[in-house]
């Protein structure tokens, strides 16, 4: 089994061409008819409530899966990747199911249209002031939308996290073998109870909600893929929708090296992995080869999060085939 936390809390916006016609109830008098050109969500998925059945916010973007047995050989690396196109289940973990022998594609994924708790994947912001009621809902597009981006308002002076502008609490996985466990409907509390296997944070502040949010480009919106009867959509993803982890490269894409902020033009990202210091140091101590950025995505460690380059987009992240699995390189996959 294995956890992943990842930015649950993002910020979409999504368009309408042409603008959507909207009709606002009035006190008085027959609807208002207005158009609106976008609306705007906040993401809330990966959500787990606690014991008392209330949610953990700080454990938004936490996502279980179960990991097909299979024999990683010395210097290995294996890709794993959905058997089928079926919904994500938030309760029995196990039912999320990885294969490492399919390629990934884009026509196999996990889906969610709700929350079996009624707590909404996508919370509504109004395009509209004062909000009118009965018009926008959680979970629910007023229109068929067109395109969609990430979007971020500009980034407040002093606390940004008292100010709500931080987004994900923490970048971890942790894996956990099963271990002769029946491996079926494992939950929450069991999956809590199997046994430590191994586990990294890659997060700026190992944790506590300080990851602020790499910025989209307004210009280039990601148009809306139409899904089959069954979900599954043809397109490969956006380069940009990608989130996670990896371990640095020996020679890191040119998008991370210009976009290093006040490091952009030095050799930030050109230390030795395991020359200059443990690979794991930093849960005890702060060494000066951190190389910590001061613009996202904070490079942390060993580990990065990406910028926007064509290297890390799908085509340029495929595995190979090899005896039947499905293999990369985690140091220099270019």
């Known amino acids: 089994m294995i956890a992943l936390q990842v930015n649950g809390g993002k910020k979409v916006e999504v368009s309408f061409t042409p603008a959507a016609t909207i009709l606002i109830p009035q006190r008085f008098g027959p609807p208002k008819q207005i158009e609106i ?29 179960r990991l097909e047995g299979v024999t990683i050989e010395p210097g290995e690396t294996v890709v794993f990747a959905p058997r ?4 994500y289940s938030e309760t029995f973990f196990d039912r999320n ?23 909404p994947l996508f919370e509504v912001e109004s395009p509209v002031f004062p909000e009118p009621q009965g018009v926008f809902y959680d979970n629910h597009i007023v229109a068929e939308p067109s395109e969609w981006r990430e979007y971020f308002e500009p980034q407040p002076l002093g606390d940004v996290q008292a100010a709500g502008y931080t987004q ?30 191994q586990f990294v944070s890659c997060a700026y502040q190992y944790g506590d909600e300080d990851e602020l949010p790499v910025v989209w480009s307004e210009s280039f919106p990601v148009p809306v893929p139409n899904s089959s009867g069954t979900g599954a959509i043809g397109e490969v993803p956006d380069r940009r929708t990608r989130d996670g982890f990896r371990l640095r490269w020996f020679n890191e894409h040119p998008s991370n090296r210009n976009g290093g902020g006040s490091l952009a033009g030095t050799p930030h990202l050109e230390s030795s992995l395991i020359g200059n210091w443990n690979v794991r140091s930093s849960y005890s101590f702060r060494s000066p080869f951190e190389n ?38 985690p140091f220099n996959p270019r």
């Open 97 to 119: 199911l990885l294969s490492p022998n399919l390629p990934p594609s884009p026509t196999r994924s996990f889906f969610l249209d709700e929350r079996s708790d009624g707590d």
């Open 292 to 329: 910590v950025s001061d613009v996202a995505p904070h490079y942390f460690s060993g580990y990065t999060r990406d910028l926007f380059d064509g290297d890390v987009s799908w085509e340029g992240m495929s595995p190979s085939q090899r005896s039947g699995k499905n293999v990369g390189d």
């Open 37 to 65: 050109s976008h609306t705007r969500y906040t993401m809330s998925w990966g959500n787990l409530k606690n014991q008392n059945g209330s949610m953990q916010r700080y454990r938004r973007g936490s996502l279980y899966f």
């Open 168 to 197: 994900a609490d923490d970048y971890y996985m942790y894996w956990k073998p099963l271990n002769g466990s029946s491996g079926s409907n494992i939950t929450l509390d069991s999956f809590s109870s199997l046994p430590h296997g």
């Open 84 to 87: 089928g196109n079926t919904q």
